[in-house]
């Protein structure tokens, strides 16, 4: 079992920038495939970023040259650093833990931090 917890949202104005951390407890973390995933008013949960087990880093097209994911598995956190923010990033964040092996298929969320982009 693993517990996620979301910060570090609130309220920016467009160009500003937000760093989110998920800090995650209960299970070895290092394990984890962790993510970020977006979901906005009226429309479906999006993917923003991924980071492997393995330091792999995907990104939404909409994000790219902006966010930044990183991870430290020395403190079981997971970070999204937001910059040149959009109006069209506001959404409720969220985090996600994901592992898979030929026994298991944990995935695990966040309850979510929100992010409101607005002058």
């Known amino acids: 079992q693993v517990q996620l917890v979301e910060s570090g949202g609130g309220l920016v104005q467009p160009g500003g920038s937000l760093r989110l951390s998920c800090a995650a407890s209960?299970?070895?973390?290092?394990?984890?495939?962790m993510g970020w995933y977006r979901q906005a008013p009226g429309k479906q949960r999006e993917l923003v970023a991924t980071?492997?087990?393995?330091?792999?880093?995907n990104y939404a097209d909409s994000v790219k040259g902006r966010f930044t994911i990183s991870r430290d598995n020395a403190k079981n956190t997971v970070y999204l650093q937001m910059n040149s923010l959009k109006p069209e990033d506001t959404a409720v964040y969220y985090c996600?833990?994901?592992?898979?092996?030929?026994?298991?298929?944990?995935?695990?969320w966040g309850q979510g931090t929100q992010v409101t982009v607005s002058s």
């Open positions: 980071i492997t087990s393995g330091g792999t880093i």
């Open positions: 996600n833990a994901y592992y898979s092996d030929y026994v298991h298929e944990l995935d695990y």
């Open positions: 209960g299970s070895i973390f290092s394990i984890y495939d």
